[in-house]
């Protein structure tokens, strides 16, 4: 079974600080993702990657950036934490490569719960 | 603009009723529809999907109907159960893009 690991399940930051929010999956997925989900705008996307060292943004970049140096971890920064990114944020991946996604299912981590104060 | 529509933020039935969640859409070019369920606090999990090629799909309580013409898909579980309650996500593939939500509440 797929496993998309998100390191913490809970974070509390102030608001200034860098954020760090890790991702790892071991099914070899070419494609992961970083989602946002607020109440009442659903699941927004942030950035994804289709492999090492690629990414492209999604819907909404401003404030954050990404890293993925390896295929199996794909990491989302907070540079300067901002009390509007408080929300839960959900990391997916799935298997096959070439665009944003294909006729398969994204697989989702458990979510990082953001608190910026 | 939004491509995947949710109109119904939140839904509440009765335990033993039939849910039916609503989800449209404007691209003519998705090719594939799929429903995610989401628990607070947790990741949301895949539930059931449906390729454009067909107009229902069927995996024990939960099936799924598509109406191409119409550009709409519904989500219908029956019978409802306590455990059903939470967020339900449709999306869409092309590129995937999801519908904002509907909040289950089953009622005992």
């Known amino acids: 079974d797929v496993k998309v690991t998100q390191s913490s399940r809970y974070l509390v930051k102030r608001t200034g600080e860098k954020v760090f929010l890790e991702c790892v999956q071991d099914?070899?997925?070419?494609?992961m993702f970083w989602y946002r989900q607020d109440p009442g705008l659903g699941l927004r996307l942030i950035y994804f990657?289709?492999?090492?060292?690629?990414?492209e943004k999604g819907d909404i970049p401003e404030g954050y950036s990404v890293s993925r140096e390896k295929k199996e971890r794909f990491s989302l920064i907070l540079e300067s934490a901002s009390t509007n990114q408080t929300s839960m944020y959900l990391c997916?991946?799935?298997?096959?490569?070439?665009?944003?996604?294909?006729?398969?299912?994204?697989?989702f981590g458990s979510g990082t719960q953001l608190s910026v104060l | 603009d939004q491509q995947v529509k949710q109109n119904s933020p939140s839904l509440s039935v009765q335990e033993g009723r039939i849910s039916i969640l609503n989800c449209d859409y404007t691209?003519?070019?998705?090719?594939?529809f799929l429903w995610y369920k989401k628990y607070p606090a947790e990741g949301p999990t895949f539930l059931i999907s449906i390729s454009s090629i067909k107009d229902k799909n069927e995996d024990g309580r939960f099936t799924v109907f598509l109406n191409k013409s119409a550009k709409h898909l519904s989500l219908h579980i029956v019978p409802s159960q306590p455990g059903d309650s939470a967020v339900y996500f449709c999306a869409a593939v092309g590129e995937i893009i999801f519908g904002k939500g509907t909040r289950l509440h089953i009622l005992p």
């Open positions: 997916a991946s799935i298997v096959s490569s070439g665009g944003r996604a294909s006729n398969e299912k994204l697989f």
């Open positions: 990657s289709y492999d090492v060292k690629m990414k």
């Open positions: 691209n003519s070019m998705f090719d594939y």
């Open positions: 099914m070899d997925h070419e494609n």
